[in-house]
Each structure stands twice: as structure tokens, then as C-alpha cells.
């Protein structure tokens, strides 16, 4: 089946403006994740959703950073008022619980 | 939340050497372990994961982690690697919702 999908690939944004990013999971995966990539460093959790329990935000760096999960399904991610440290790659995975999470490609967001 | 701990940043091998990993974690409940790996410009990918049963666990590629519960350790280990083995390593521990370690930059030298 198909895998785990986003969108935009690349986004070039002006500081100051708002970025919405797409993620479209696994169908039936209950698990969500968002997760930022820097150049040359690690995964840095942002955010998870898991079925219709209260998704954990303990990893958002700042207000600026929201996300929502229509559905059970898609989830958005928005960045408001961009800085230029947001810019990264933004990564989306799914997974049933437990279990091991499918990567999308990602969205490369860069601020200028 | 559970933590998990890659001590190694960044590791330079010659081909033909042998790789170990380290990962720890701080969970002392039930948890599932994985590796993954993310070769440069692709998406990061299952490497090899541990659930339950032999703690010795095989992977793609030649790779191989050992459970050792006592030590809340999961490294990951290859005889012998190969240029193609560049790549950032993560480490990953699910007990619930997962957590990534900081990543290991693997650079093999042909």
C-alpha cells in the first residue's frame, strides 16, 4: 500500500509569514508523529498523536508551532510568524502502537 | 517520557573494520527497540528492531543488535563494514510513544 506521504516537499517562506505542512499517514496507522531535522543534527520530536487521546505537545519549541489531526487521519502542521530557525527538515511518521514508524520524505522548510 | 542515549556522535572507520553502537535507554518498564538508518538524502528506514524473544536480533545488511536488558542497552553491531554503510544511525525506544536517540554519523573510509 502506500506509504507515508507530505507536502509540500520544499517551502521557501519569508520570515514573519505562516507555513502550513501536510501529512498523510499510513491508512489504519493510529500513531502520528512530527519531528524536526537540522543540518548535521538529530531527530527532534515536535509532536504525537495517538487515536483520539490527547496528543502529546511536550516537544513544540515555541507557541509559533501547532498541530492538529483531522479524522484520526491527515495532520497539519503550522508554523506561525516563521523565523529563520525554523528552517529544517519537517518529518512526519506513522506507525500502529508499538510498533515500528514509516518515514515520509519529509518537507524542507527554509526561511529567508 | 523515556529517554534514550547514543554516546557515539560520530565514528570514522576504514572498510573492513567492525562496528558497534551504543544506545542506551531509561525505561524500566516493557519496551521495543529499534534501529534505523538514513543513508545521505533518503529517508531514514528500518535497520532491525527487537520485540520480544532471542535478544540477539538480525537486521538488513549484516547488521545485528544484542538486547541486554540488564544494562538497558541495544547497540548495534557489524563484523565488517563497507563504504556503503555511511549513513546516520538512530537508535529508537518504544515504550508507548517512541523516542529517538541524538543519531550516529557513520563515515566509512574506502
Known amino acids: 500500500g502506500a506509504g507515508v506521504s507530505q507536502s509540500p516537499s520544499n517551502k521557501v517562506t519569508e520570515k514573519g509569514k505562516d507555513v502550513e505542512l501536510r501529512c498523510d499517514p499510513i491508512?489504519?496507522?493510529?500513531?502520528l508523529y512530527w519531528y524536526r531535522q537540522s543540518l548535521g543534527q538529530g531527530l527532534e520530536f515536535l509532536i504525537y498523536?495517538?487515536?483520539?487521546?490527547?496528543?502529546?505537545k511536550s516537544g513544540l519549541p515555541s507557541d509559533r508551532f501547532s498541530a492538529e489531526r483531522t479524522g484520526g487521519s491527515v495532520s497539519t502542521l503550522t508554523i506561525q510568524r516563521t523565523q529563520q530557525e525554523d528552517s529544517a527538515v519537517y518529518l512526519c511518521a506513522s506507525s500502529l502502537v508499538y510498533s515500528e514508524q514509516y518515514f515520509g520524505p519529509g518537507t524542507r522548510l527554509t526561511v529567508t | 517520557a523515556q529517554s534514550v542515549s547514543q554516546h557515539n556522535h560520530h565514528v570514522i572507520l576504514s572498510e573492513a573494520a567492525s562496528l558497534e553502537l551504543g544506545c542506551n535507554y531509561s525505561y524500566g518498564g516493557t519496551v521495543n527497540l529499534f534501529w534505523y538508518v538514513q543513508y545521505p538524502g533518503q529517508h531514514l528506514q528500518l535497520l532491525l528492531k527487537?520485540?520480544?524473544?532471542?535478544?540477539l536480533v538480525k537486521g538488513i545488511k549484516g547488521f545485528e543488535a544484542e538486547f541486554i536488558k540488564s544494562k538497558f542497552s541495544f547497540n548495534l553491531r557489524k563484523p565488517s563494514v563497507q563504504w556503503s554503510d555511511t549513513a546516520e544511525y538512530f537508535c529508537a525506544v518504544n515504550a508507548g510513544d517512541m523516542r529517538f536517540g541524538a543519531g550516529t554519523r557513520l563515515t566509512v573510509k574506502p
Open positions: 527487537y520485540f520480544s524473544g532471542d535478544p
Open positions: 491508512s489504519g496507522h493510529t500513531a
Open positions: 498523536f495517538q487515536g483520539n487521546s490527547a496528543p502529546d
